[in-house]
T-cell receptor, first 113, second 111 residues
Framework: GEQVEQRPPHLSVREGDSAIIICTYT??????FSWYKQEAGAGLQLLMS?????DRKEEQGLTVLLNKKDKRLSLNLTAAHPGDSAVYFC????????????FGSGTQLTVMP | ETAVFQTPNYHVTQVGNEVSFNCKQT?????MYWYKQDSKKLLKIMFS???????VNETVPRRFSPQSSDKAHLNLRIKSVEPEDSAVYLC??????????FGSGTRLTVL
């Protein structure tokens, strides 16, 4: 079945710097890709999602890149600020038809002032 | 704005006790889920309910059981808790399976 690897597990950046989180997946038929943010003591919140026919999507300081050849999905936070400190998860849809989301292992991002 | 409500926020109990966690969604979604999040933040799907029918159960021990009265509610019961059940339990709902809306979770501590 689908395998998703996410890295790095921990990431510290200074305010104003970029932060990049990467996920790789194994199933070339994967059709849906998304990123979630989990703040301390809260549930996961959808940040952005893309379908497999999209290579790049930008919204409010976030950039999602999809490289289908390398089976790699990335999230780039440009000009990170302390409020971005949270755990970030990638999620991909299974191609089996059940549409069950497969989550990455999470990245703890810390943005220092 | 929160639309998936979980209670309680925290629960501490002893091994062997029975616990029940509540979840309600006001989004009108057809599908609800329970996830277990361990201390390393890893997420594991436990149950998926669509129109009162269980459609996913990922090797969850039999002491866990979902309980649904209608499509807006999906509770989680644990019959006899064990120490390894200590975790955060997250409820979610969706209208399309690829986009989930999560509650804030119930943190269970088993002593």
């Amino acid at each position: 079945g689908e395998q998703v690897e996410q890295r790095p597990p921990h990431l510290s950046v200074r305010e104003g710097d970029s932060a990049i989180i990467i996920c790789t997946y194994t199933d070339s038929a994967t059709a849906y890709f998304s990123w979630y943010k989990q703040e301390a003591g809260a549930g996961l919140q959808l940040l952005m999602s893309v379908l497999s026919n999209v290579d790049r999507k930008e919204e409010q300081g976030l950039t999602v890149l999809l490289n289908k050849k390398d089976k790699r999905l990335s999230l780039n936070l440009t000009a990170a600020h302390p409020g971005d400190s949270a755990v970030y998860f990638c999620a991909v849809s299974a191609s089996s038809g059940s549409w069950q989301l497969i989550f990455g292992s999470g990245t703890q991002l810390t943005v220092m002032p | 704005e929160t639309a998936v409500f979980q209670t309680p926020n925290y629960h501490v109990t002893q091994v062997g006790n029975e616990v029940s966690f509540n979840c309600k969604q006001t989004l009108g979604h057809d599908t609800m889920y329970w996830y277990k999040q361990d201390s390393k933040k890893l997420l594991k799907i436990m149950f998926s309910y669509n129109n009162k029918q269980l459609i996913v159960n990922e090797t969850v021990p039999r002491r866990f059981s979902p309980q649904s009265s209608d499509k807006a509610h999906l509770n989680l019961r644990i019959k006899s808790v064990e120490p390894e059940d200590s975790a955060v339990y997250l409820c979610a709902s969706s209208s399309r399976a690829e986009t989930l809306y999560f509650g804030s979770g119930t943190r269970l501590t088993v002593l």
